[in-house]
């Protein structure tokens, strides 16, 4: 088992920065993949960004691609999620997850689960 929890969420205005943390507990940080999601109100959860087991390698999808950058720090059990440019539509609950050994984008793969932060932008 692996406890995620998410932190950093809040209002911003529109062109501004967040960034994202999300701690784990239980087993070992750098044994997962680690990935972030997002959810708005009436739509589908979606992917937005995934770092593999050391940081060495990272997607994004491309509506955040060149706004926002995942990393992790396994020493800290942390991954993180540095949002600049933010646009009203950015706003959404976002959740960090865990895979032992998918590196895709499907959220249905991921096995754990924070329990989210709001990021509101406002126009």
């Known amino acids: 088992q692996v406890q995620l929890v998410e932190s950093g969420g809040g209002l911003v205005q529109a062109g501004g920065s967040l960034r994202l943390s999300c701690t784990a507990s239980?087993?070992?940080?750098?044994?997962?993949?680690m990935g972030w999601f997002r959810q708005a109100p009436g739509k589908e959860r979606e992917f937005v960004a995934r770092i593999s087991w050391t940081g060495g390698s990272t997607d994004y999808s491309e509506s955040v691609k060149g706004r926002f950058t995942i990393s992790r720090d396994n020493a800290k059990n942390t991954v993180y999620l540095q949002m600049n440019s933010l646009k009203p539509e950015d706003t959404a609950v976002y959740s960090c997850a865990a895979t032992p050994d998918y590196y895709g984008s499907s959220w249905s793969r991921y096995a754990y689960w924070g329990q989210g932060t709001q990021v509101t932008v406002s126009s």
């Open positions: 239980g087993r070992t940080f750098g044994n997962y993949i």
